[in-house]
């Protein structure tokens, strides 16, 4: 009976095929690729069909703005015009009553519009700006905005406050409305922490919750790879879910013998062949992924070299007013100073009114990014927002670009562009200390990705430093992180083979700046924020420094549903953290 069934199924879609008619079944839509376009900048009427966009700029999406206009924040715009033919999609439309797109995640807010018409917003737009950038967005489009057979535009408005920017991630899809658009399955770790402890079972909880108006059942598979895709075991289950109620899946437990991240992949599957799927990363002894320091034999020397060479740079601060960044409560400047090799760098520096004995934090950034202040009406905080050189306000003297930046000086490792950053970020806490309004026993940097690898780094080589908060530090353990992830890796080996360099020769260069062998010069209180499915800064690399901080104090807070970026919620507990050092 199930031959017949298959060959009855495979004639039908051969007759489908040879006459031009098409199964029933309609198929998701992939709208990542094509004519998507960008134009920096904000003009309501970029909204409409009629709106003649010839002479914007080609963009993937996927990636942050900055990949085609570098450090840029504000606001912009992208567009794609696409053409609906499906009969299937049609009548499923038809059926349901609209369309779903997926748009992925968007730094920081959005209003999305179909045809002209806004069909959803996340997050808000200046001046009330208030970020959604970690939240997928996901919206319907009504049957009668559609255009069957004929041109339909897409248009996204985006705000973006600082860092990376724009449509940066996720999948992006057309596809009818169906039961996967009220379902849902969420996976967790049996173990809270999401770190599991040798000897001890993984155990994965999913619970599927069925809002959709029909009785469903599949079956659920549960796959466990390695974080570098190995397959390490499958279970499967078969699961009813009747309509409107929440089914838990009994714990499944994996035995894991190796230390290191994973991702656990969840997909339902329904008996017609329609999929679901979720997924969650853990971690198994992550503070046992040791990878030893590699420093080179004058590594020490190298650094303290450059510190003299700074402290013979005088540091010649310049503070400007910055009103509009202002608040009624907090004053606002920008600071200029000069840094190694007399770079000029600057960033801005923000002072709580009539409040002194002020605990100062350091905000280091993520690469390619601009640093402008944020939640700046802290009582309990001066702020110093710094732009390291070629990054923001600091690119008058030294502007490598992106991508750029991180071969600049590659091959010589005293003209190394992290060498001078890194001692932009000493000079910055020079500019604390000199501050009367500051206690010099309550210094704090902070940030994220390459603002994680330079708050470990300031740390090491300024003792001055009191805690540290890096968030998925980048520059660290190069020799696996390039084995692991495509990116940097791909920028220095292309630089090799057209150099003619030898990698092990970069490597050499990169030993010196690599946050793993200057983990162990630091020691005030640390905590460390990790996205379990980071293939930017992979797991691995964040503990290589991690698991090498001489501290005796440090701790780590893991998100299995994050990847380079970290949840709102971190946000949080990094000042629960550092209030409750500080007694405040």
């Known amino acids: 009976m199930k031959f017949k069934v298959l060959m009855l199924t495979a004639i039908l879609n051969f007759f489908y095929s040879f006459f031009g008619v098409e199964t029933l079944d309609a198929q ?55 053409v609906l033919d499906s009969r299937a999609m049609r009548k499923a439309v038809k059926s349901k009553g609209s369309l779903v797109i997926r748009l992925g995640k968007i730094d920081d807010a959005d209003e999305t519009y179909f045809n002209g018409v806004k069909i959803g917003a996340t997050g808000k737009m200046p001046p009330h700006a208030e970020t959604a950038w970690d939240a997928d967005r996901v919206y319907f489009i009504p049957k009668n905005l559609i255009n069957w057979k004929k041109r339909n535009t897409i248009a996204v408005r985006v705000h973006d406050s600082g860092g990376g920017g724009g449509m940066y991630a996720g999948e992006y899809q057309l ?49 466990v790879k390695t974080f570098t895709g190995e397959e390490i075991e499958e279970q ?24 290191g991240f994973y991702i656990a992949h969840a997909t339902f599957e329904d008996r017609k062949g329609n999929k679901l799927s979720q997924k969650c990363g853990f971690a198994y002894e992550p503070t046992q992924a040791i990878s030893a320091p590699t420093p080179p034999e004058d590594f020490k020397k190298y650094w303290e070299e450059a510190r003299e060479q700074l402290d013979a740079v005088a540091p010649n601060f310049i503070l400007t007013p910055t ?5 009624a409560k907090t004053d606002v400047y920008e600071v200029e100073m000069r840094s190694l090799g007399n770079v000029r760098i600057r960033g801005y520096y923000t002072q709580p009114k009539g409040k002194k004995n002020l605990a100062a934090m350091l905000h280091v950034q993520g690469y390619s990014s601009i ?59 020079d500019f604390l200390v000199s501050r009367p309004e500051i206690d010099a026993n309550r210094l704090v940097v902070e940030g994220g990705s390459q603002g994680g690898a330079l708050s470990i780094a300031t740390a090491a080589l300024d003792s001055r430093i009191k805690f540290c908060m890096p968030d998925m530090p980048f ?4 020799r696996q992180y390039f084995d692991i992830a495509r990116w940097p890796a791909d920028e220095f080996k292309l630089f090799s083979v057209s150099r003619l360099r030898k990698m092990e020769t970069i490597f050499r260069t990169l030993d010196y700046i690599d946050i793993k062998n200057l983990a162990p010069s630091v020691n005030c209180p640390v905590f460390m924020g990790v996205g379990l499915f980071d293939d930017v800064c992979p797991p691995a690399i964040n503990f290589a420094a991690f698991n090498n901080l001489s501290s ?11 990847g380079h970026n970290m949840p709102a919620k971190h946000y949080n507990a990094k000042l629960k953290w550092l209030y409750k050092r500080m007694g405040l």
């Not at 990636?63 to 696409?82: H, L, M, N, Q, S």
């Not at 967790?188 to 059942?217: R, W």
């Not at 905080?381 to 923001?392: D, E, K, M, V, W």
């Open 475 to 478: 520059l660290s353990d190069f």
């Open 323 to 327: 009103p509009q960044y202002a608040t």
């Open 371 to 429: 640093m402008a202040p944020f939640d700046i009406d802290n009582p309990n905080f001066a702020q110093f927002f710094l732009n390291i050189r070629g990054h923001g306000n600091s690119r008058d003297d030294i502007n490598p670009g992106f991508p750029g930046y991180l071969l600049s000086g590659i091959t010589e490792p005293e003209k190394y562009i992290y060498r001078g950053a890194f001692m932009d970020c000493v000079r910055a806490v």
């Open 552 to 562: 005796t104090d440090k701790s780590f807070n893991l998100y299995p549903q994050n």
């Open 28 to 82: 998701p839509i992939d709208i990542s690729v094509g004519d998507w376009k960008f134009k920096a900048g904000d003009d309501l009427a970029w909204a409409t069909p009629q709106y003649k966009d010839e002479d914007w700029q080609p963009i993937e999406v996927g990636k942050p703005w900055e990949v085609v206009k570098a450090g840029y924040d504000g606001f912009g715009w992208y567009r794609k015009t696409i």
């Open 236 to 259: 499967k289950t078969n699961v009813e879910i009747k309509k409107g109620q929440t089914t838990h899946v009994p714990t499944l437990t994996f035995d894991i013998n190796e230390v």
């Open 175 to 223: 596809e009818p409305l169906s039961w996967k658009q009220r379902f849902d399955i969420k996976i967790e770790n049996s173990e809270a922490s999401n770190a599991f402890a040798e000897g001890k079972p993984v155990g994965i909880n999913v619970k599927l919750k069925n809002d959709s108006d029909d009785n469903l059942s599949g079956r659920l598979t549960v796959l």
